[in-house]
């Protein structure tokens, strides 16, 4: 199971979510294709309802604690309740590349 499977199906078990997309970005950033170490999560789940956009980061990064010691650098989190997502129009948000990117 690759980094990124392993992530989705932790993903899965602990926010049910209604949507979730997982993508290594580790290629726009100065660690490269086929590093594991940037990831950009789009979840949807009925779990944020209620929280605020501090704690919902604060129950993925404890989620994923042991992964962000042991390799994972970066997470770019973009959080969401049902509602909120169909009010943005279910649009996949984009990251920017790394400013260390080619050095």
Known sequence: MSKQQALLAKIHTEFRPHFVAVENESHLHSSGRGADSHFKFVIVSDIFEGMSR???????????ADDLKNGIHALALHLYTKEEWMARGEVFPSSPNCSGVGL
């Open 54 to 64: 501090v704690q919902r980061h604060q129950t993925v990064y404890q989620l994923f």
